[in-house]
């Protein structure tokens, strides 16, 4: 092969590369199979992505679907990959435990008692401080008080401190939809959704063991589990929602509020 073409082959073969690359960096979501069931994982390195939480439009009106939510932050220049639901809400779409958006707290941590998912204690929080998430239990947060530039509280815990929540039975014949949060060792924050119906147990083993995360937290199931992800084809919002969790690629050079 003469020179110019060898080196016209190598370029060209450099370039494709380099976009396959570029587009694997920001398709953040996959389905696995664990255990004989679905799920669709979403990773997030914030090293390389940026997560928003959002409740309200600036005239005080929910968002209510993920379609609404804006596709870029920073003028723009960072597009969004994905979003899913980010914890329980009221009627009024308001969120039901503290809810900290862009460092400013909307609504205060919970520490009542009552029925449903979200008091099925241990319930967490789920934040972000600074290039740093955590999953944490709410009385471990309330005692730490971190900074938190986002923060949703939720309920169940999946996972604490690599146990299975201990109300969670194998047997259960109560399955959903359902949707959680985790962050591994290395800092990476796994977002996943079942696409069948699953137990609390088999959720919380999938993050345990299937995606290594010593704690995880449930964000809701049924109708409201909710995925936007383009790369997939994703958009199976079909109830309103109160808070949303939105993941945006980070452009080199970005801020990383």
């Not at 992505?49 to 209510?64: C, E, F, H, M, N």
């Not at 609404?68 to 980010?86: M, S």
């Not at 789920?126 to 309920?155: C, M, N, W």
Request: hydrophobic share 40%; proline share 6%.
């Amino acid at each position: 092969m003469p020179k110019a073409r060898t080196i016209a082959f190598l370029l060209a073969a450099a370039t494709n590369l380099a976009v396959h690359n570029s587009s694997a960096e920001i398709q953040p979501c996959r389905s696995i199979e664990f255990e004989r069931k679905a799920y669709t994982i979403c990773e997030v390195d914030l090293r390389k992505q940026i997560v928003r939480l959002y409740w309200k439009r600036a005239d005080g009106t929910p968002y209510s679907y993920l379609s609404a939510l804006p596709r870029a932050v920073e003028g723009g220049a960072n597009r969004l990959l994905f979003a899913t639901n980010a914890g329980m809400f009221d009627p009024a779409l308001k969120p039901v435990g503290l809810y900290v958006e862009q460092g400013r707290q909307l609504v205060p941590v919970s520490t009542r008692s009552g029925y449903g998912n979200f008091h099925m204690k241990p319930n967490g929080v789920f934040y972000i401080s600074g290039d740093r998430a955590v999953v944490a239990e709410t009385q471990a947060f309330l005692k730490q008080r971190p900074h938190a530039d986002l923060a949703t509280q939720s309920g169940p815990m999946l996972v604490i401190n690599g146990r299975v929540h201990p109300r969670f039975d194998r047997r259960s014949t109560s399955l959903k939809a359902r949707n959680g949060v985790g962050v591994r060792a290395d800092g990476k924050v796994l977002f996943a959704i079942s696409q069948g119906e699953v137990s609390f147990d088999a959720f919380a083993r999938l993050f345990r063991d299937g995606l290594n995360c010593p704690n995880a937290l449930f964000l809701d199931g049924g109708s409201a589990s909710s995925l936007y992800a383009p790369s997939l084809n994703r958009n199976d919002n079909i109830v309103p929602l109160g808070p949303m969790l939105a993941v945006f690629e980070r452009k080199r050079g970005a801020s990383r509020q």
